[in-house]
């Protein structure tokens, strides 16, 4: 049946270079967004309140676990485990919130999906995951820690502290040092304080016509009687080298293996040797002159 031209309905042409404005169309679809949000509520609400929940319990956790860990002495592997745990908690709740929200998305494809984005990520981020991973195991196997002595590549200084991405050192000279935590883990460590005590040494030449015998009985009072000394283990006075004129001591000796006594003590047996062998009148290696010939310089051997 055909409709009459009243009740065809009507149609305005469309105009070439003008844009067609359709403000029914555009509150249509607002209000089935409205509609979406407001069936939507409750779902929300309950993700909301379940983040929470988790939010409070990973903040209550990160406590127990701080606090646990900080009674053995081990604040900084307490922080960290403490925020991977609280965290890791809010995470997983936001991620059952949104499978909630949306009914489609099943827990397992979500869980897939974030297993593959975090294979780009550490593709992404490769250098800070390789940190954090290193740091996380020096904190677990805690080689060293903060007041140790330590030297990595060609830095040497105390430990300040052991972070999840670097570890801080502050030099002798006061300098601080940032140090990634791969490059700490990947490389030999040497703590120098590993150990109460540290062993210092000194060579020092004597005439070859001097009694070893007299020197030890000489040298090895000497060191002994320096502050910062240790008596055990024993100070010794060795015979390291025979040279053309000269004859080698070693002179070793124990102190605590903080550097600054290291130090200290060092320049204090250095200063007590130099003054008995000038006291004592013990003879030094003598340089003996050969000249060459056709020329006018000498040659001291």
């Known amino acids: 049946m055909q409709q009459s031209a009243e009740q065809m309905p009507t149609q305005e042409p469309d105009v070439a270079g003008e844009v067609d404005v359709n403000p029914s169309l555009a509150?249509?679809?607002?209000?089935?967004?409205?509609?979406?949000?407001?069936?939507?509520?409750?779902?929300?609400?309950i993700a909301a309140v379940l983040v929470l929940l988790a939010w409070l319990l990973g903040k209550l956790a990160n406590r127990i676990v701080r606090q646990r860990l900080a009674a053995r002495d081990r604040d900084d592997l307490g922080q960290l485990l403490g925020g991977m745990l609280k965290?890791?908690?809010?995470l997983t709740a936001f991620a059952f919130g949104m499978t909630m929200i949306f009914p489609s998305l099943k827990p397992g494809d979500l869980f897939a999906g974030l297993g593959v984005s975090s294979v780009a990520v550490g593709f992404a981020f490769k250098d800070i995951l390789q940190n954090w991973l290193a740091g996380l195991l020096l904190l677990l196997r805690r080689p060293f820690e903060p007041g140790d002595q330590i030297e990595v590549g060609k830095y040497e200084g105390t430990v300040q502290t052991v972070e999840t991405r670097s570890t801080m050192i502050?030099?002798?000279?006061?300098?601080?040092?940032?140090?990634?935590?791969?490059?700490?883990?990947?490389?030999?460590?040497?703590?120098?304080?590993?150990?109460?005590?540290?062993?210092?040494?000194?060579?020092?030449?004597?005439?070859f016509k001097e009694s070893i015998p007299d020197m030890r009985a000489l040298?090895?009072?000497?060191?002994?009687?320096?502050?910062?000394?240790?008596?055990?283990?024993?100070?010794?006075?060795?015979?390291?080298?025979?040279?053309?004129?000269?004859i080698t001591l070693r002179l070793r000796w124990w102190t605590r293996a903080v550097r600054s006594e290291v130090v200290r003590t060092r320049a204090q047996v250095v200063e007590a040797v130099h003054a008995a062998l000038e006291e004592s009148g013990v003879s030094r290696p003598l340089e003996v002159e050969v000249r060459l010939e056709g020329t006018d310089e000498d040659s001291p051997i």
């Not at 965290?87 to 809010?90: E, K, Q, R």
Request: glycine share 8%; hydrophobic share 40%; aromatic share 6%.
């Open 170 to 207: 502050r030099t002798y000279d006061g300098q601080r040092v940032v140090i990634p935590n791969s490059e700490v883990y990947g490389s030999p460590v040497l703590v120098k304080t590993d150990a109460d005590l540290r062993r210092s040494q000194l060579d020092i030449e004597v005439g």
């Open 27 to 45: 509150t249509e679809r607002l209000d089935g967004w409205l509609d979406s949000l407001v069936a939507a509520l409750p779902s929300l609400a």
């Open 87 to 90: 965290w890791g908690l809010v």
């Open 219 to 246: 040298l090895t009072p000497v060191m002994e009687a320096v502050p910062g000394v240790r008596m055990d283990p024993k100070t010794e006075t060795l015979a390291w080298d025979i040279g053309r004129t000269s």
